[in-house]
C-alpha cells in the first residue's frame, strides 16, 4: 500500500485500511478547543485521484454535546449526528408540509450548484446534510467544492435562527 500513499497531498495521512460499511476508533491528539479535520479516501487511492462522481456527507452536532464515542468514526455512513434546528416531527410540524420527512438545501454559484438533503435524527432535528452525485476532478476537490458551498448556508442558519450549527 505505501506506493499508492505517493498519491496523498502531503498535508494527508495514510492511516490504515478500514473496511467498509465499519466503524473504527482513532487517536487524535489535538490541543483543547483546537479544530481538527479527518478526510477519509477509498482504498483504492487512485481512484480519489481521478475526475468522477462524488457525495459529500456531513454529520452534524449540538456544540457542548459531543456524540457517544467522540473518537468513534462511522465509515458506514449509520452515524446519527444532531442539532438545534428542527425540521421533522417530532420536534416541528410545518402547518403546510405536516408529513415532511427530510430538507433539501441547493446552493452553489452561476457555474456550479450541489443539492443536498437534509436527513433528521429520531428526535426531529437536522442530523446530517448529503449531497446528490456531483462532478469533481480529484476527492480534495469534491470535499473543497461541497465545503465552501454548504458552510456560509449553515453559517445563514445559525445567524438568522440565532442557533449554533456545527459539523462534527
Known sequence: MSGSTQQLSENHSYIGHVPAASTKKLTISLFPTEEGRLSLVPDHLNI???PGKYI???VLNRPGYLPP???LFDF???MTGDSHLAITKPAFVHPNLPDAVSIRIETGTSDFAIRFE???NARGYLAKLQSEPFEANNFEDADS???HLIA???SCISTELDI????F
Do not use: D, H, I
Open 56 to 58: 459529500a456527507t456531513f
Open 164 to 167: 449554533p450549527v456545527s459539523v
Open 48 to 50: 480519489a485521484a481521478e
Open 69 to 71: 464515542e467522540e473518537l
Open 152 to 154: 456560509p448556508v449553515l
Open 76 to 78: 458506514g455512513g449509520e
Open 118 to 120: 437534509g436527513r433528521p
Open 145 to 147: 467544492k461541497a465545503y
